[in-house]
């Protein structure tokens, strides 16, 4: 059962209780912005808020009781509430350790940053900003509560939380806050991978990407949250790039063009799509630079270091392709090429051109004539020939070892590749199984 936010206030007043409306909620109603996330802080101690929830008839979520939080449906909305609290930092452990404390004061003092340390409360309206907030939400600065480095020791992961805010509302890292984070950086590694994955991945999904990640970098945060992209910054390209692999890996994040649906993926295509070139880099004849098969091998970094982050499995084995083809060139107008081309990609032609014209944004070149071309060939063959992209072989598997009167083996695949392989050139028409048998008895030495 779902209650309503009033029938809520009601129950925490009958009990005496106080409840504040606090965090998120509360900076983007400031900002102008639609929230998604409703959070309250009270008095009461979490079996108390459960307990008040339940005599209401709400859906109760007790996944975050330990650290003091217990979640409850409100208006079809789950709305965590939690106890007054001041969060420590053991070294060594993966999760902040809490105590609970009486007064909103003291929670508001044990905040990460001053532009979600304010409430309001729910019985009153009464309106509280101890840390000036406000002035820091319009003068678009994020800003340490307190001590910086106190605050960072207590969870590293406000460190990541502060570059990502960088991302998401394109605000600047207040000078004192970013050195806190710089003598507090290592603690990073003590973090659950799963709580760092989450804040970089909100952080690539922001605004204004690219500032949070040279954020990143500039607080010493990139070797301990992303050590496989550490050899980056400082390493220098040819005449036909304006920038160092890390300047040119954040034009290409912050230029590739996205949908909301497609926004993830691609933003991690575009910061993986180089990943290589520290590791390949050489001296070619002329003495410029050379990356000779970084596309390969930063495919394979790439598919190391998300599994690492744990990303999901079917969205990084796209961000791999992607990476691994970055470099295809195919010519527009041969219709076998573009058609391979797409094939190889599994229907993900759209989402590797924006990466490659994203990829062209910070080049000394332009490149956008070949990429109209190939977009171009690419619909033009989606449209007319949308059997021969599939590459499907006229004869199943079933087929071939009723004809060949053979058991089930490797044998199978390489014949069925060789004739999906014919059917994309060509070369054999779709569905035509009498000629795929004669192809196949040729393949197999019996014709």
């Known amino acids: 059962m779902t209650i309503t936010h009033e029938a809520l206030r009601e129950a925490f007043r009958a009990r ?49 009781k330990r650290f003091g939080t217990i979640g409850v449906l409100v208006e079809d909305t789950w709305v965590e509430i939690t106890t007054f609290r001041g969060d420590s930092y053991a070294g060594g452990s993966r999760w902040p350790e809490v105590t609970f404390g009486r007064t909103i004061e003291e929670d508001l003092a044990r905040r990460d ?64 806050t970013a050195a806190g984070m710089r003598e507090t950086a290592h603690l990073i590694a003590t973090l659950s991978q799963e709580r760092v994955t989450a804040e970089l991945d909100k952080l690539l999904q922001g605004r204004a990407p690219a500032a949070g990640l040279e954020a990143l970098r500039e607080v010493g945060a990139l070797p301990h949250a992303l050590p496989e992209l550490a050899a980056m910054p400082g390493c220098e390209q040819n005449r036909f790039h304006r920038f160092d692999v890390w300047g040119h890996t ?26 290589g070139k520290p590791a390949v880099r050489h001296r070619k004849p002329n003495g410029e630079w050379g990356f000779y098969r970084h596309e390969v091998v930063g495919a394979e970094l790439a598919a190391a270091l998300l599994e690492r ?12 392709l992607l990476v691994r083809r970055h470099m295809d060139r195919p010519d527009p ?42 977009e171009a060939a690419c619909l033009r063959a ?5 059997e021969a992209i599939r590459a ?14 053979r058991p089930p083996g490797p044998w199978v695949g390489v014949i069925k590749r060789q004739l999906g392989a014919m059917v994309l050139d060509g070369e054999l028409a779709p569905g035509d199984k009498e000629a795929a048998a004669r192809i196949a008895r040729r393949l197999m030495g019996r014709d």
Request: aromatic share 8%; net charge negative; hydrophobic share 45%.
């Open 16 to 64: 005496g209780r106080q409840l504040w409306l606090v965090g998120g909620a509360l900076r983007d109603r400031l900002l102008g912005i639609p929230s998604k996330d409703i959070d309250y802080a009270t008095d009461a101690l979490p079996d108390e808020i459960e307990e008040i929830a339940r005599s209401l008839g709400a859906k109760v979520s007790t996944v975050g």
């Open 113 to 176: 940053f001053t532009i979600t340390a304010f409430a309001e409360n729910a019985h009153t309206g009464e309106w509280l900003d101890l840390f000036g907030g406000e002035a820091d939400l319009r003068a678009g600065i994020i800003r340490a509560v307190g001590d910086p480095a106190t605050r960072f020791r207590e969870d590293p992961l406000r460190i990541l939380r502060g570059v990502r805010f960088v991302s998401q509302l394109g605000f600047r890292l207040d000078p004192a």
């Open 250 to 275: 954040l034009a290409t994040v912050e230029a590739i063009a996205a949908t909301p649906e497609t926004l993830r993926l691609r933003r991690w295509a575009a910061l993986l799509h180089d990943i």
């Open 309 to 320: 982050l744990r990303l999901g499995r079917a969205e990084s084995h796209v961000v791999v």
């Open 333 to 374: 107008a041969d219709r076998r090429a573009v058609r391979r081309f797409m094939a190889k990609l599994g229907g993900h032609w759209r989402d590797l051109l924006a990466l490659k014209r994203a990829d062209n944004a910070s080049h000394t070149y332009d490149d956008t004539a070949y990429h109209d071309a190939l």
């Open 382 to 386: 989606e449209q007319e020939e949308a």
């Open 392 to 405: 499907e072989s006229p004869l199943s598997g079933d087929e071939l070892v009723r004809m060949f009167d």
